[in-house]
């Protein structure tokens, strides 16, 4: 069946940088994707990385996948206060829901 | 990246009463989308696959009489909670998904914060 498992928490200090681990179990998925979650608030979409990429990097956050053992990562560099969130890694077998893992609690400690 | 709508953002009701929560796609049609749920401190919990036109598909455990699904156009979809409980007060998410045929994306809109007194 479709799992997505993910690290609950993650305490950094503000400028380090974060690394957030998933696995996931569809190789079918095309796409996986990174979502964050503040406070009170809906999921936004961070990024994706279409599977037959192993990086993409968009601004702050590098995107590595390594297809082979099924697991994704995003790497946050000089992480900000801002960045403090819920972080939900995604698979989307095609044409089902999207397949979310717990999400991790990103913490950054000023 | 796409743009989806929810109303109300909160509501406070009282016990018994229904609720109706909107969810639109602004910039794009939407054939699928999708209602969540989310407990404090808990991941997404998918409720229905609501589909333009046709019934909506409920997960397992999920009422569909408690939680009715209309979605009426590509654009807007509905979730109204019936004879809302306190135990419905919850944290209500719709996505939206665009197909652009090489990709799909699910958006999500900001969320209902919904409390039953």
């Known amino acids: 069946g479709e799992d997505v498992e993910q690290s609950l928490f993650l305490s950094v200090r503000e400028g380090d940088s974060s690394v957030i681990n998933c696995t996931y179990t569809d190789s079918s998925s095309t796409y996986l994707y990174w979502y964050k979650q503040e406070p009170g608030a809906g999921l936004q979409l961070l990024t994706y990385?279409?599977?037959?990429?192993d990086m993409k990097q968009d601004q702050r956050l590098t995107v590595l996948l390594n297809k082979k053992d099924k697991h994704l990562s995003l790497r946050i560099a000089d992480t900000q206060t801002g960045d403090s969130a819920i972080y939900f890694c995604?698979?989307?077998?095609?044409?089902?829901?999207?397949?979310f893992g717990k999400g991790t609690r990103l913490s950054v400690i000023a | 990246g796409a743009v989806v709508s929810q109303h109300p953002s909160w509501v406070i009701c009282k016990s018994g009463t229904s609720v109706k929560i909107e969810c639109r796609s602004l910039d794009f049609q939407a054939t699928t989308m999708f209602w969540y749920r989310q407990f404090p401190k808990q991941s997404l919990m998918l409720m229905a696959t609501s589909n333009e036109g046709s019934k909506a598909t409920y997960e397992q455990g999920v009422e569909k009489d408690k939680f009715l699904i209309n979605h009426a156009s590509l654009t807007l979809s509905t979730l109204t909670v019936t004879s809302a409980h306190p135990e419905d007060s919850s944290f209500y998410i719709c996505?939206?998904?665009?197909?652009?045929?090489?990709?799909?994306?699910?958006?999500f809109g900001p969320g209902t914060r919904l409390l039953v007194l």
């Open positions: 995604a698979e989307f077998p095609r044409h089902t829901p999207l397949v």
């Open positions: 996505s939206a998904r665009e197909d652009r045929g090489h990709r799909e994306t699910q958006y």
């Open positions: 990385i279409f599977s037959n990429m």
